[in-house]
């Protein structure tokens, strides 16, 4: 009885295991046969539906737009940016050399009056020099006429009183004096001198001479 019972359990247990397994094989022959098919029909619709999809590519030029610009245009443009450049740049040393020019132009008028300046300076200095001159001339000329009137007096003094006076004169004046006088009344009168005083001016007397 049990035997029975074991066969008939494994009975149906084959029959469950070999149904299902004729389910999965019919249903995976079910897909592989229809989605080949499915594909190469929805292919062959896109295909009829859109037929210049293949002949698009590489037959039609891309349009001119910002992101593709002709090259030509862009040579053209950076030598037309370059010219304006170019012309700044000239009319920028245009103007510069114009300011160069009224610079130099100023200078050689400041060159000029200073070069007047320069002349007036030269000829006031030679007047003040000429006015000196005839100034020191004239003082010259003044101190002399004094010295020989002093020389033309001594000489017609008495030579005793003559040496009173000389012996308080300055050896420079008293060098002065006899100088301008004769030598005979220049003896004379420094026999009476002080011998000191006599010895000094007899010395510068003869310094002078030399």
Known sequence: MMLNNKLIISLVVCFLFSGLTGVEYKNVHILKGVTPNAFAEDTEEKKATDPTKDQSEGQTPCPECPECPDSAKIVLRGLEDKKLLIEKSQKELAREKKELERYEEQIDEKLIALEALKKQINADMASLEEKKTQKEFAKEAAYEAKIQRLVKMYAGMKPKNAALIVDKMT????????????????????????????????????????
């Open 171 to 210: 050896l420079e004046v008293a060098q002065e004096i006899f100088l301008r006088m004769r030598e005979s009344s220049a003896a004379q009168i420094l026999a009476f001198v002080d011998s000191g005083k006599a010895a000094k001016i007899s010395e510068r007397l003869a310094y002078k001479k030399k």
